[in-house]
């Protein structure tokens, strides 16, 4: 799970603070990655974050899926 964290963080954009992360028990000995992050509106896209970083190597080979927990816009 550190990896995967490492992973993650490793992302860099204008616009992105990664925050806190914890490790949240699912079931059976499996745990999810629970992080904050913080984001400019006019800088970062979700959608492009989530596609264009997450979803692709390296980061792929650890992340499973991503779920957004919570959302404010300021």
Same mark, same amino acid.
């Given at each position: 799970?550190?990896?995967?964290?490492?992973?993650?963080?490793?992302?860099?954009?204008?616009?992105?603070?990664?925050?806190?992360?914890?490790?949240?028990?699912?079931? /059976?000995?499996?745990?999810?990655?629970?992080?904050?992050?913080?984001?400019e509106?006019?800088?970062?896209?979700?959608? $492009?974050?989530?596609?264009?970083?997450?979803?692709?190597?390296?980061? $792929?080979? /650890?992340?499973?899926?991503?779920?957004?927990?919570?959302? $404010?816009?300021?």
């Amino acid at each position: 799970m550190q990896k995967l964290e490492e992973t993650v963080r490793s992302i860099k954009m204008d616009g992105l603070l990664w925050g806190a992360s914890k490790l949240i028990p699912v079931g /059976y000995g499996i745990k999810k990655l629970q992080i904050m992050m913080t984001i400019e509106d006019d800088l970062v896209s979700v959608d $492009n974050l989530i596609e264009d970083y997450l979803t692709v190597e390296p980061a $792929n080979e /650890y992340i499973q899926s991503c779920d957004i927990v919570a959302f $404010n816009k300021i």
